[in-house]
């Protein structure tokens, strides 16, 4: 039971009390009595949020069960439950020797082909077309080359142009801009010159001043000073003037880079051009030896007989496939990891058999875990992809971002299906096991918020305690969304309401209220204000005003006892 509600007792047991010593007649205060010493607050403006809890279920974001392609014996295994391995590992190996058997048979048989088209079509007539079809590829490649060449050297001449261009248009900028700067110091030089000579003739003079004095032993405290202000102008007259000049020499650098470049894109023009109209020279002697080439090539195969061929041909690509096959019977020996992750199982051993289509190794990547859980419609219609939930186990809390929420209910639970992602947490969350999540459902914002120890219940209705003028003053309130700690203020206050946030036996509507505390804050004794105090003797007419005197005591005891009731039967719900 909360300090509220052992408070909601207590109030209803000393209102009891209360009313047996007064004999029930119900007399109003007397005008003497002892002010309540109370803490006030005034109520937050902001937003109230209420979790909902869920179990979850743990699972990697990225899981994968590697499975042999082939049947065999294991003959190395290199990763247990536990280690961490990198994509492309070698994870086990599997006896090979029937494949590399495979592997020579096809490679033999290739060779059988290769040396059946040999014989056939004769070595001389093979040996003289593969070196015309060279000459025909080389050449070829050589005009191909040189087209390329040609026109990579025409973009890189234009490309030039457009430099030049623009160096050109930034050369004019930047010969106005020397222009500028020398004008710029010349006038400043012009403008400070005589100033400068001015401080140095008083340097000079205050200095002889200073020695003349010396010689006299005379204080030169004062002359000292002036010579330093006059120093200090000169610095900043000399600093003017070599900044200005700075900006002139740094124009005038500028402007000779420029030109410097431009000279440098005229020589590279230059050589480009040349380059060009020796390429273009070369690439007709080309053309002329490919021509002959290929009409060499042309008479050459007039003497092959295309069936001949066909059949050479077909016999190679099967022996060349045969090599493949047996190439991917030998790769299918040696198992790798698809991905980078945590070993989480392995049914293979060393000796051992491996099935093809069995898993062999299970691989989890832990970097990011998914924690599975469900929720009813209303907080499915409240949740969003990227709000945060928070992830409970064993007392160590993490967070998570919703990535996923699903649109079809569960056919026995009639829940949807949630999933969030929890990064960082690694070996905290093993695969599988359940997880409290607790995600915002609830969401009240721009609302007055309190305690909810400072809101009382009684038959259903709440109210609250304030101080106004001095005196307690018992105010209605409606009540909105409601957390465990805080709940929203709907109506009955304002931002500056002074809200008694204690529990005292003492309270009653009209009784005069001590603040020892305001916010949370100690404050000195506050006097009684001028209404509150200045008339003692009217406190009872008030009381009795606002009940009746002959019911007033069993009326609050009841009040009070009807609000701690239903305070203690919430609490057992």
Same mark, same amino acid.
Request: proline fraction near 2%.
């Given at each position: ?32 009595? *002892? ?11 902001? *937003? ?10 743990? $699972? ?103 430099? %030049? ?115 273009? @020279? ?6 002329? @030896? ?23 041909? $077909? ?28 070993? *989480? ?35 499915? @219609? ?12 064993? %007392? ?7 990535? *996923? ?25 093993? @695969? ?87 916010? %949370? ?12 105090? $200045?008339?003692?003797?009217?406190? %009872? ?33």
């Amino acid at each position: 039971m909360n300090r509220k509600k052992l408070a909601a007792v207590g109030l209803a047991v000393t209102l009891s009390v209360s009313a047996a010593a007064c004999g029930g007649t119900g007399e109003p205060e007397e005008a003497g009595a *002892e002010a309540v010493a109370v803490e006030v607050q005034t109520p937050r403006t902001g *937003e109230l949020t209420v979790d909902t809890a869920y179990i979850g279920t743990v $699972a990697p974001q990225e899981q994968v069960y590697v499975i042999p392609k082939t049947s065999g014996t294991v003959t190395e295994t290199f990763f247990e439950v536990g280690d961490t391995v990198q994509e492309g590992d070698v994870l086990f190996k599997i006896d090979d020797e029937a494949a590399q058997l495979q592997m020579a048979s096809a490679r033999a048989a290739y060779e059988s082909a290769q040396a059946g088209v040999t014989a056939q079509n004769g070595g001389a007539r093979d040996l003289q077309n593969y070196q015309t079809e060279e000459q025909i590829r080389q050449l070829k490649d050589s005009l191909w080359k040189t087209d390329d060449q040609i026109d990579e050297m025409e973009d890189n001449l234009g490309d030039l142009r457009d430099a %030049g261009g623009a160096l050109a248009a930034a050369k004019e900028q930047a010969q106005a801009g020397v222009d500028q700067a020398v004008a710029a110091y010349a006038a400043m030089e012009e403008r400070l010159r005589p100033q400068i000579d001015a401080v140095e003739k008083k340097i000079q003079e205050t200095e002889d001043k200073i020695n003349d004095l010396e010689t006299a032993g005379t204080d030169t405290s004062v002359l000292e000073a002036e010579l330093v202000q006059y120093q200090t102008e000169m610095g900043r007259l000399s600093g003017e003037l070599a900044g200005s000049k700075a900006l002139k020499d740094q124009a005038q650098a500028g402007l000779d880079q420029i030109n410097s470049q431009i000279a440098s894109i005229d020589a590279s023009k230059t050589q480009l051009k040349s380059g060009i109209d020796q390429i273009e @020279n070369s690439q007709d002697t080309i053309r002329d @030896n490919l021509n002959m080439a290929e009409q060499a090539y042309s008479i050459t195969q007039s003497e092959i007989y295309p069936q001949t061929d066909a059949v050479s041909a $077909a016999q190679l690509g099967s022996a060349a496939i045969g090599i493949d096959s047996a190439q991917m019977q030998l790769d299918f020996c040696t198992v790798t990891s698809p991905i980078s992750g945590i070993v *989480e199982s392995v049914s293979v051993e060393k000796n051992g058999m491996a099935a093809a289509g069995n898993p062999a190794y299970i691989i989890s990547n832990k970097e990011s875990m998914t924690v599975t859980f469900h929720v009813a419609e209303k907080a499915k @219609n409240v949740l969003s992809t990227g709000d945060h939930v928070t992830v409970e186990r064993e %007392g160590t809390e993490y967070d998570g971002v919703i990535t *996923e929420i699903g649109t079809m209910t569960n056919p026995q639970t009639k829940l949807f299906q949630v999933k969030a992602s929890v990064a960082g947490a690694g070996a905290s969350l093993p @695969n599988g096991v359940s997880v409290k999540v607790y995600a915002t459902t609830e969401r009240d914002a721009g609302k007055l918020i309190l305690p909810y120890d400072a809101i009382y219940f009684s038959a259903g209705d709440a109210y609250v305690y304030c101080v106004e003028n001095g005196r307690i003053v018992k105010t209605d309130v409606t009540v909105g969304l409601m957390s465990d700690t805080e709940a929203v203020i709907e109506e009955g206050l304002t931002a500056d309401s002074q809200v008694v946030s204690n529990w005292s036996s003492k309270l009653r509507n009209g009784v005069e209220a001590q603040i020892v505390s305001r916010d %949370g804050e100690a404050v000195d004794s506050e006097p009684l204000s001028h209404e509150a105090g $200045a008339s003692q003797e009217t406190a %009872g007419e008030a009381g009795a005003e606002e009940t009746d005197p002959e019911t007033a005591g069993e009326e609050d005891a009841a009040e009070g006892a009807s609000g701690a009731d239903e305070e203690m039967t919430e609490e057992a719900e």
